[in-house]
């Protein structure tokens, strides 16, 4: 008999809200039925750490609680497969005919290697020499709109020609043959680094709407370049709502959240360090915060003495592992964040960068603190996210 999935969830720190499942246990079959998955509660939290420079898109993300949505995987000796459903009161399409009209979205994310469970790579795309892939897809009317007579090379710049012309007549020749919606895989070790995979073989995605709610199926190999089935295996899952203008950092956010597919001490050791709630205090923790951290970071209802001095922090709880925060106060430049425009906001420049274009953040190591100073602040930061609808 198959086993089910099945999600382990905590009880919320101070009830601020429902914790994100310590682990998701892969159900073994022959073959993968999504439709026999067992669903439960993942919880995602919106994206808050970079703004989006979009006024009226920021606008509507302000003030969202946290998002539930069901999640659950099986597996083979050869596949994987991930089922996500979530509520959403509208159908959002990414239109063709307009620039201001966005599509829901989901997309999963892997890290491409087994790393240890306190050195995964940065939520958000990856980190310098922690590489992730990202299954996205998107609800659009198409992704190229192409008739049986269309000229796909049209589509393009005509600088472009000169690079992609012998690429794009290959694509015209094929073009009745392409899927209609936006589903492509991709690999990123960090900010502007994201990249299409265009020789990904064997993954298959959709997304169904019904009933107000969407189900989105996704189906990859177990092993192949681009992600390994590891004892507990991380997954992130981010969510757009096409009608909150949702792209880009306009999103919902879920924690790192380890596929189980093995038993044994190295598969609970991951889950353990990934799941790690601090044991610090948070009361400590907070005032630690408010005197090392608030001259920058807004944090809840700490506000930064000026707006975009430095990556918000108001939800890093729900979508950062313990071993993450502790990182990233005593290593900042493990994973530098882009911030927002230079030009815009001079004030509140969060990089600096080399003649070789390597970025170092203006965030100074905090790793002069005491070991338990600096769990009192994961203690506290794990408090920040918001709550539930």
Request: proline residues 4%; positive net charge; charged residues 25%.
């Amino acid at each position: 008999m198959n086993k089910t999935v099945k999600l382990l969830t905590l009880t919320a720190m101070a009830s601020i809200s429902l914790a994100a499942a310590d682990f998701i246990t892969a159900a073994k079959a022959d073959k993968l039925d999504a439709s026999k998955v067992k669903l439960e509660s993942v919880m995602l939290y919106p994206q808050t750490t970079i703004g989006n420079n979009d006024k009226e898109a920021t606008a509507k993300m302000k003030g969202l609680k946290a998002l539930e949505a069901k999640a659950g995987a099986a597996f083979n000796d050869k596949e994987m497969l991930v089922v996500i459903k979530w509520k959403d009161a509208t159908d959002s399409k990414q239109s063709q005919k307009s620039t201001k009209a966005f599509g829901d979205s989901v997309a999963i994310q892997f890290p491409t290697a087994c790393l240890e469970a306190d050195k995964l790579p940065y939520i958000g795309m990856g980190s310098e020499g922690r590489t992730v892939s990202v299954l996205l897809q998107k609800n659009t009317e198409g992704v190229y709109p192409a008739n049986e007579n269309a000229d796909i090379t049209a589509h393009q710049a005509r600088q472009n020609l000169n690079l992609f012309g012998e690429e794009l007549k290959k694509k015209e020749a094929s073009q009745k043959t392409l899927v209609a919606k936006y589903n492509k895989v991709f690999v990123a070790e960090g900010f502007r680094s994201m990249t299409e995979v265009k020789d990904a073989k064997g993954y298959e995605m959709s997304m169904n709407y019904k009933s107000g709610e969407w189900t989105a199926v996704f189906k990859k190999p177990l092993n192949d370049d681009y992600s390994k089935a590891c004892d507990a295996t991380p997954m992130a899952i981010a969510i757009w709502d096409g009608a909150k203008d949702g792209r880009n950092g306009n999103k919902w956010l879920s924690s790192w959240t380890p596929i189980k597919t093995k038993d044994g001490a190295k598969a609970k050791a991951d889950i353990a360090k990934i799941s790690e709630k601090s044991k610090g205090s948070v009361a400590n923790g907070k005032k630690l915060a408010t005197d090392n951290c608030a001259a920058c970071h807004t944090m809840g209802d700490i506000k930064a003495p000026m707006a975009y001095m430095a990556p918000e922090l108001s939800n890093i709880g729900g979508y950062s592992t313990a071993a993450y925060l502790k990182e990233s106060i005593v290593a900042p430049n493990a994973a530098v964040v882009p911030g927002y425009n230079k030009n815009a906001h001079p004030s509140g420049t969060w990089y600096s960068v080399d003649d070789k274009g390597a970025r170092t953040s203006t965030m100074p190591a905090f790793d002069y603190l005491k070991p338990t100073e600096i769990d009192d602040i994961v203690a506290f930061l794990q408090t920040l996210k918001a709550g539930v609808k």
